[in-house]
């Protein structure tokens, strides 16, 4: 086995390789003054069941796009170079929330970037927690493994709430299935009962709207969950309208931290007691004090580790996340 990860992904990527038991193994990566890259494996990987890390978050060093092509060159050169099976592990999977056409001549460029895995011989894709796992899957031909993180949030929740009544919401429709699994998962784990609620979102043109609220939270203690945050926006709105019906604390929880422009107004809000998060995308674009003061990260290292661990030797998937049954 190979594990590679690539720049801006290195501390993740040390920290899923550590859980594995192995070193990373060595890289060349090379910027060149016109714009272009070049990256290659410093090691051989003829034979060799590759794992190559790179998560598809933009940042001031690298874009969304070049972060893209520098994974799909470095897949296609360990094709090049007789790897029997190469896995792209992307923590945050860019482009995912563009899965269909909801405007005349919309792009669907989830599909586009699964075609653009597929055509540089990516052998299997994975990720964690998805904006929509039905388009992600739909999406690929390749074999894909989707990772979810209602485990270690659930263990979050039976923290957080002492033993306290808790209610887990679904900021928005789309999120109804997720919120639903996690409820499920925390009574597992905990041998509590939790509330559940949703509250309608309509985004048309930029302008969010819906005021139904669905769920009873009067003096639980309220965990919102998300796949993501970004302007903070969603959720703000989310735990506002929670703490105008009685909810006695409110937490927000997204695997994936984006936290662009606006979310520091989120995460100082009075309404939301502290933002839990994975290290799917650190370092994050936040101040530290920001982060400090009001972020808690959540390692997703040994889900990876485990996940790949699994793949190596033909595990079973299913039966790491609990989706047995």
């Known amino acids: 086995m190979r594990i590679f990860a690539l720049n801006g992904t290195r501390i993740l990527g040390e920290a899923i390789a550590n859980a594995v038991g192995l070193p990373l193994d060595e890289h060349e990566e090379r910027d060149f003054e016109d714009g272009e890259h070049k990256a290659r494996p410093l090691v051989s990987v003829r034979g060799q069941d590759v794992f190559v890390i790179h998560s598809l978050n933009g940042n001031i060093e690298n874009s969304v796009n070049d972060k893209l092509c520098k994974l799909l060159f470095f897949i296609a050169a360990c094709r090049e170079n007789g790897a029997s099976r190469v896995t792209a592990v992307v923590p945050y999977l860019a482009y995912a929330r563009k899965d269909r056409q909801t405007k005349a001549r919309d792009p669907v460029t989830t599909r586009y970037v699964a075609q653009l895995f597929e055509a540089v011989g990516t052998d299997q894709v994975m990720t964690l927690d998805v904006h929509n796992l039905s388009a992600f899957q739909n999406a690929f031909r390749c074999r894909t493994i989707h990772l979810n ?177």
């Open 149 to 325: 993180t209602r485990s270690l949030f659930a263990e979050v929740i039976a923290h957080k709430s002492g033993g306290e009544p808790v209610a887990i919401l679904s900021p928005d429709g789309g999120g109804v299935k997720r919120a639903q699994l996690l409820k499920e998962t925390y009574e597992r784990i905990s041998g509590n009962a939790a509330q559940f609620g949703f509250m309608e979102k309509r985004r048309s043109r930029g302008v969010v709207s819906g005021d139904l609220f669905a769920g009873d939270v009067k003096d639980a203690t309220l965990f919102i969950v998300d796949d993501m945050i970004s302007t903070g926006g969603t959720m703000l709105r989310a735990a506002e309208a929670c703490r105008q019906r009685g909810a006695k604390a409110v937490y927000a929880i997204a695997t994936h931290g984006l936290f662009g422009k606006g979310a520091e107004a989120m995460l100082a809000h009075s309404a939301v007691e502290r933002t839990v998060v994975t290290d799917s995308l650190a370092p994050f674009r936040l101040e530290e004090d920001v982060l400090q003061t009001s972020v808690e990260v959540i390692p997703s290292a040994p889900l990876f580790a485990q996940a790949i661990r699994r793949l190596d030797s033909g595990g079973s998937i299913a039966e790491l996340l609990g989706d047995e049954d």
